[in-house]
């Protein structure tokens, strides 16, 4: 039996990449703190529940890997000499010591190509592989280029694993088998990295903003500015920045920053809950150490109103880090599609690759997309019918991976084949073919059977899909449903290939889906 989700045909104002805002609403968010170095779960309201005992001095990194939550931590010795460690969260709620001895402390854990990472302080760029039970293999061992530790880790978009010098502002990332150095910025310490409006950008001391387009190349957009940058985090179609004395603001792509509020004290972490709401942590930085008082709090923002305080009782001396569990370790909440994403994932339409990856940038090829609109048809994978005995294309037969769902959108008329009896599954898909694929899916009756009473406009919408294009009325159909929409420069490019992101959004828009 076919359980079909059903197609949203409405006309949308689209303003910008996000979903319409909505209320906070705050799902599993942890806290890591310090003095004591505890961990606590938000419960709501203003209530936190602590999930640990003391696990060090400072909790300062958490990250989810193979389902388990892992803290990175530090303490200190009777000389006041730092050590390393990783903790991990056991199903029965108790913590087990995975890692010691890892350094001076433990800055910065990243689940990456399906390894937990940690990156360490004070001993040069050293990076560590956790490889199970308590073995931890050392994968980077960077002393050159003035390297003195890794700060922050950020599984990045590209593919790529950036890391953020402990002491200066040095960038360099990692492909799971060799470090590369990129880049000296010329200041001290990358604090913190977030994706923004098709850039990387880079937190670092005293207020220092870098920005890159590819990773490599960096430039200053923010010089000294107030205090130290502690964190940075796309939120609803802005750079939200957390300042050392307090100051809470924003920046749009042309690097105008808007002061939105101040904390009592210095904001020291961050997290977005897709565009639900954003969540900062306050109180006195445990690395290096900065303005902020020994009061740790957690604050909320819903994009609209005045931040709000989340936490009746002081959680430690500093909230360290903020985490969010997010399915899929290369689409945070700060990313421009996570909503889009994250609503075909729960209902089921797409699936990450190994390792926990989304590869939100990969392009989308004609078999992948016959496997997202199959199952939003079919209502989940499950649905999708196991297809006829012979096949319909000559290089998709039936033992091919996607054979069900080549078959079952050929079955309802949304796919079709080349005049060589051909499907081309490994294809890339345009945006122009990706009209074809969705207006064919949402149509009544499907294909294009269901578009043949459907007049476009005389005046197109875009400027480079005129009325002769060939996916003129595909395009129009899919703009006017709301599905789609152009660029700031008034075009569609229907030639450019369609990432996996941008997938996400069509399916979600054209099938009603919400997170």
Not at 80 to 99: F, I
Not at 110 to 126: D, E, I, N, P, V
Not at 258 to 263: E, G, P, S, V
Request: charged share 15%; glycine share 12%; hydrophobic share 35%.
């Amino acid at each position: 039996m076919t359980r079909r989700l059903s197609p949203v045909l409405v006309v949308v104002v689209f303003a910008g990449p996000a979903l319409a805002p909505s209320p906070c609403d705050a799902g599993p968010i942890y806290a890591g703190t310090s003095t004591p170095g505890f961990v606590y779960q938000y419960v709501g309201g203003t209530t936190w529940e602590a999930i640990s005992s003391t696990l060090g001095d400072a909790v300062v990194c958490m990250a989810q890997h193979d389902g388990k939550l892992f803290a990175g931590t530090f303490y200190y010795d009777a000389s006041y000499y730092s050590h390393g460690q990783v903790w991990r969260r056991e199903d029965d709620g108790t913590w087990t010591l995975v890692g010691s001895g890892l350094d001076d402390q433990v800055c910065a854990l990243a689940s990456y190509g399906g390894y937990l990472y940690a990156g360490t302080a004070y001993q040069g760029a050293r990076l560590y592989r956790y490889d199970g039970g308590t073995t931890w293999t050392r994968v980077v061992d960077y002393s050159y280029d003035y390297w003195t530790g890794i700060r922050s880790l950020h599984v990045g978009s590209d593919g790529y694993l950036y890391a953020g010098d402990w002491f200066y502002d040095l960038i360099g990332r990692f492909d799971g088998a060799s470090f590369q150095h990129l880049a000296d910025l010329s200041g001290s310490c990358i604090w913190d990295f977030s994706e923004y409006s098709g850039a990387m950008y880079a937190a670092a001391y005293e207020g220092r903003l870098h920005r890159s387009s590819d990773g490599v190349n960096w430039e200053l957009v923010l010089d000294y500015c107030w205090t130290d940058l502690w964190e940075i985090e796309q939120f609803r179609g802005y750079l939200h920045l957390g300042y050392d004395d307090g100051r809470f603001a924003r920046t749009d792509p042309a690097g105008n920053i808007t002061q939105i509020w101040t904390a009592p004290n210095s904001i020291i972490s961050m997290v977005a809950e897709g565009s639900s709401c954003l969540y900062f942590g306050t109180g006195a930085e445990a690395i290096w150490g900065g303005y902020g008082s020994p009061i740790g709090a957690v604050y909320s923002y819903d994009g609209a109103s005045d931040p709000q305080l989340i936490s009746s009782e002081p959680l430690g001396e500093g909230v360290q880090c903020l985490h969010f569990p997010y399915a899929f370790c290369d689409v945070r909440g700060e990313h421009w599609a996570y909503d889009y994403i994250e609503a075909c994932r729960q209902a089921g339409i797409v699936a990450g690759y190994p390792g926990g990856h989304y590869r939100p940038r990969w392009s989308v090829s004609r078999a992948q997309m016959a496997v997202f609109v199959a199952r939003a048809l079919a209502g989940g994978d499950e649905y999708v019918p196991p297809g006829p005995a012979e096949a319909s294309f000559a290089d998709v037969p039936t033992d091919h991976w996607a054979y069900k769902y080549v078959e079952y959108a050929v079955s309802e008329n949304i796919a079709g084949g080349f005049d060589d009896g051909t499907y081309r599954p490994d294809l890339p898909v345009d945006r122009a073919q990706m009209a074809v694929f969705i207006s064919r899916s949402i149509a009544t009756p499907h294909g294009d059977e269901g578009l043949a009473g459907y007049t476009p406009p005389a005046t197109p919408t875009f400027s480079d899909v005129p009325i002769y294009h060939w996916a003129y009325r595909y395009v129009e159909y899919v703009a006017e449903a709301g599905v789609a929409s152009g660029y700031g420069d008034g075009s569609y490019r229907p030639g450019s290939v369609c990432s996996r992101d941008q997938m996400a959004v069509f399916v979600s828009r054209a099938f009603g889906l919400s997170p």
